[in-house]
């Protein structure tokens, strides 16, 4: 199983980034997928999540800026990053879950600068 992220950067206070996490070895329609994140010093923090149904989930601090969507054809779920914050800098780690089963990619770095 893989999990694989890309998309990270270096960004301006009040850009945009769009990262992509795309997932091999596992059966992917069948996962609820979610982006965490770990700045230095803190735990790890769930951002948001989507349902093999398509239902989203979101930490109120991200709500109205990040948008989760998945494309189960690609295998690949996405995380658009909008008005981004100093705040949101930190790794930011694709998962995949079942009842059974919980992987993680390697991360990718998110830095904000003011």
């Known amino acids: 199983v893989q999990l694989v992220e890309s998309g990270g950067g270096l960004v301006q206070a009040g850009g945009s980034l769009r990262l992509s996490c795309g997932a091999s070895?596992?059966?992917?329609?069948?996962?609820?997928m979610g982006w965490y994140r770990q700045a230095p010093g803190m735990q790890r923090e769930l951002v948001a999540t989507?349902?093999?149904?398509?239902?989203?989930n979101y930490v109120d601090s991200v709500k109205g800026r990040f948008t989760i969507s998945r494309d189960n054809a690609k295998n690949t779920v996405y995380l658009q990053m909008n008005s981004l914050k100093p705040e949101d800098t930190a790794v930011y780690y694709c998962?995949?879950?079942?009842?059974?089963?919980?992987?993680w990619g390697q991360g990718t770095q998110v830095t904000v600068s003011s």
């Open positions: 998962n995949a879950r079942n009842n059974l089963l919980n992987y």
């Open positions: 070895g596992i059966t992917f329609s069948r996962y609820v």
């Open positions: 989507i349902t093999t149904a398509g239902s989203t």
